[in-house]
Structure formats: structure tokens, C-alpha cells
């Protein structure tokens, strides 16, 4: 890559089966996926806002497909994104969005270096 990993998170079977993918957060706001059994990473959407670098990444649980993963970036901004489009952006936090969780289908929480735990629904 010509930039900093910065995150990264998996989705898929079992034993990398046909489409199995590697979500890779950079330090330039890019997302890239690479499939598992190929050489050349896909550039997927830009997640986060100029200048600001992807610090965590989290797939739903049971997406064997990316159904939908979350992207927090260093602007405090989250990203709930598909491999095609990002497709919910939220102003999270007011300083870096550093971690995330899905607690199930519909809900993820984010933490950020403001000291802030939130809960989010996700249509």
C-alpha cells in the first residue's frame, strides 16, 4: 500500500472459502479490501474525511458478505459502509474514534479518546 495500515477485519467461512475478504483501514481515510487467494488489493470507498486515517474497523456479525462494517476515524468520525458505498456517516466523537463493537445486527458502540462510550442503531 502507499500508505499506513492502520486497521483491519475479516469476514467470511471458514478456511477462506470463495469470498472471503480482508477490509484494510489506511492512514489516508481509504478503505481497500483484498479477497483472500488474490494478489491485488481493491481500493473500496473513502470512509473517512481528508486527511484523517481509519483507526478502527469492525464487520456485523454473521456479514459473510460485508453486509455492513463500521469504520471510526481519526476525526471522530464513524462510517457504516458496504464494499461498494459508504452509506451512514455520524459525527461520533470529538477527537479519534478508536474503537468499535457490534452488539448484534442492528447496534454497534464506539469509544473514543474524548472519554465517550455511545450506542448506535444501525438501519
Do not use: K
Not at 463500521?70 to 471522530?76: E, N, Q
Request: charged content about 15%; some cysteine.
Amino acid at each position: 500500500f502507499d500508505a499506513s495500515v492502520c486497521g483491519l477485519a475479516f469476514f467470511g467461512g471458514p478456511n477462506f472459502s470463495g469470498g472471503d475478504h480482508l477490509v484494510v483501514g489506511l492512514g489516508d481515510g481509504r478503505l481497500a479490501s483484498i479477497q483472500m487467494g488474490r494478489q491485488s488489493p481493491q481500493m473500496v470507498v473513502r470512509c473517512a474525511a481528508t486527511g484523517a486515517s481509519v483507526r478502527a474497523l469492525a464487520v456485523r456479525p454473521g456479514a459473510n458478505d460485508a453486509s455492513a462494517f463500521a469504520a471510526g476515524a481519526d476525526d471522530g468520525g464513524l462510517r457504516v459502509a458496504t464494499l461498494s458505498s459508504s452509506n451512514a456517516e455520524a459525527a461520533a466523537h470529538t477527537d479519534y474514534c478508536r474503537g468499535l463493537a457490534w452488539l448484534g445486527p442492528n447496534a454497534l458502540a464506539t469509544g473514543g479518546w474524548d472519554g465517550v462510550v455511545r450506542a448506535w442503531t444501525v438501519e
